[in-house]
RNA sequence: GGUCCUGUAGCCGAGUGGUUAGGCAAAGCUCUGCAAAAGCUUCUACACCGGUUCGAAUCCGGUCGGGACCUCCA
């Protein structure tokens, strides 16, 4: 049982073992708080937050590290001029930390709705203003950056004839030479690919801090630089973000730590692939991305429907992280059936108990349960295929419907089997994959339940079938259904 | 132009050189006052052309299509 994990450093899957035996440190490049967070980085946070709670499964102390950037973006493709925060505060006419505070909460609170765990640790890019200088200072020291007119630019060319600066995405730099358009406006740079440490600020600049240098404001990669180190260290485990900020942000990080360090910040490079609409990337840029909020109430002219945070969860789940996932109305529905299905054999599962007599055990079955059981851990060992222990798990759902109509004995199954079954449905579903029960919880609604169900019952025996299907219809018109189990009960459910 | 990914049944999607992934939809049957749910069964696909192999959707080469990155984006 050992974990392999893709890196991307090596474009292949390596066996996984953390620097210091036991833990782990994670760093994931989190959002750019000038806009409202789309479906597309909501991917992203959902795959490295089942990375974190498989993890911390695996008994790993985890620090997972994710941060907030909330200056030192720049608009545009030149290393002047405003930070998307300055520009938005100006046209708005607020303070930047106005514009990030609010999206700084929405994002919190869609993260919450998504059910994913708070990070250990969510740093701020403002909040480490100091520590980038001090990279910015040592790299400069070292020779790999220069100073122009208050700007810090880092030497591409230098440093690629130590290092290779493309080792990421497995790029030449004569290719990425010729690969890069000519630029207005960049004068004052010695190479096409240098990149900004630090940048001067206009008087007029809303956000803008004291160095060496004078007034100015941090470029957007050394912010990483600068506090996965502060919290982790010079080397960790695992930095992560999505696929897009591999060959820009994460190669610059890397050559940052180089220069700074000389060490290489982590052993594993993960990136989550896109979220497309209609096979093209969801995008910010685009404008083609929907809202978290725009799916949740279904308000969006592309949207059939409202769709659940756990079913937008499940769906995310039901393929692997490295693949494209191409969101469309159908594929959604069928994922709200197809969660329906699974958590009601969940819900069923938990009730059920082993006969005393334990007599009629089906090695067959037993073995087959085991088997699917035990298949969870070693899928999720192999860079955590969720699509393939989903799979394994809704071929245990005809099991465990089957015990429930006693269609096959609730003995035919051994208690330490069916233990097993229970504690990693549990595990997996809740404390894994962090889906959660979307039926309220709600005690008055369930005493209301109760009682429409017991005067369906009496209605039924009577065979008053007008009220009995009344109830039974008017429930459903405001979605809740009722089913009828065998034997006389009734179950109900919030669709 | 460069780097890389990808093309799987009606739809979404796993995937290994030889074994039905799975979900949704559809059809039939069972159960049921009816319905729903559930169970059983059916639908057996891997862009195209070559090659390697006893055997390839899976490896190699080519062709065509789609996409990402190389410029802000998870």
């Known amino acids: 049982m050992s974990l392999k994990i893709y890196n991307t450093l090596s474009r292949e899957k390596e066996l996984f073992t953390p620097l210091t035996p036991d833990h782990v ?20 946070f959902i795959s490295f937050d089942i990375i974190y709670r498989y993890l911390v499964y695996l008994g790993y102390k985890v620090r997972y590290v994710r941060n907030i950037t909330d200056a030192g973006h720049l608009e545009g493709d030149r290393d002047e001029g405003d930070d998307k925060f300055s520009k938005l505060a100006r046209l708005q006419k607020v303070e930047p930390m106005e514009i990030v505070q609010k999206y700084t909460l929405g994002f919190r609170h869609v993260m ?76 004052e740079k010695r190479g096409r690919l240098d990149f900004a440490l630090w940048i001067k600020a206009k008087p007029e600049h809303l956000m803008q801090w004291p160095s ?59 990136h989550t692939n896109m979220l497309t609409v209609n096979g093209t990337r969801m995008s910010k840029s685009l404008g083609n991305g929907f809202l978290p909020e725009e799916l949740f109430t279904g308000n969006h002219p592309l949207l059939d429907k409202a769709y659940a945070p756990m079913t937008v969860r499940f769906f995310m789940l039901q393929t692997h992280y490295r693949s494209t996932l191409d ?36 090695a067959e079955l037993d073995a087959k349960v085991n088997k699917l059981v035990n298949e969870f851990d070693e899928f999720m060992n192999d860079d955590f295929n969720t699509a393939k ?12 419907n089957s015990i429930k109509d006693g269609l096959i004995k609730a003995d035919a199954m051994s208690a330490s089997t069916l233990a097993l079954l229970q504690q ?23 005493g209301v339940m109760d009682l429409l169900i017991e005067i369906r019952k009496e209605s039924k025996t009577k065979r008053d079938f007008a009220t009995s299907d009344k109830i039974r219809n008017q429930l459903a018109t405001i979605g809740i259904n009722l089913k009828d189990e065998k034997g006389g009960e009734m179950s109900w459910g919030i669709n």
């Open 112 to 187: 919450q709705l998504l059910n994913n765990l708070p990070p250990s640790i969510e740093p701020t890019a403002t909040g480490h203003i100091a520590e980038q200088i001090e990279i910015a200072k040592q790299i400069l020291n070292n020779g790999y950056a220069y100073e122009v007119n208050g700007t810090i630019y880092f030497d591409v060319e230098k440093y690629n004839k130590e290092q290779s600066y493309g080792i990421l995405t497995n790029r030449k730099m004569n290719d990425l030479l010729e690969g890069t358009r000519e630029l207005g406006g960049q004068d």
């Open 25 to 44: 440190g994670m760093y994931v490049c989190g959002p750019t708080v000038y806009s409202d967070v789309h479906l597309g980085n909501c991917r992203t």
């Open 212 to 270: 060496p240098w004078g007034m100015g404001f941090p470029g957007w990669h050394i912010e990483c630089s600068a506090m996965s180190e502060k919290y982790l260290g010079k080397k960790f485990d695992i930095h992560g973000g999505g696929m897009d900020l591999a060959a820009t942000h994460h190669t610059n990080e890397i050559a940052q730590s180089q220069a700074c360090y000389h060490t290489s910040p982590a052993n594993f490079w993960m």
């Open 389 to 400: 222990v989903l799979g394994s798990m809704f071929e245990l759902v005809p099991v465990i």
């Open 424 to 446: 990693k449905f549990k595990a997996y579903l809740e404390d894994i994959f962090g889906l959660q029960n979307s039926a309220a919880n709600n005690d008055t609604l369930n």
């Open 327 to 362: 969101f469309s109305n159908e594929a959604l529905q069928a994922s709200e059936k197809g969660l329906k299905r699974l958590w009601d054999a969940y819900e069923v599962l938990k009730q059920l108990a082993v006969g005393s007599e334990q007599l009629a055990i089906d």
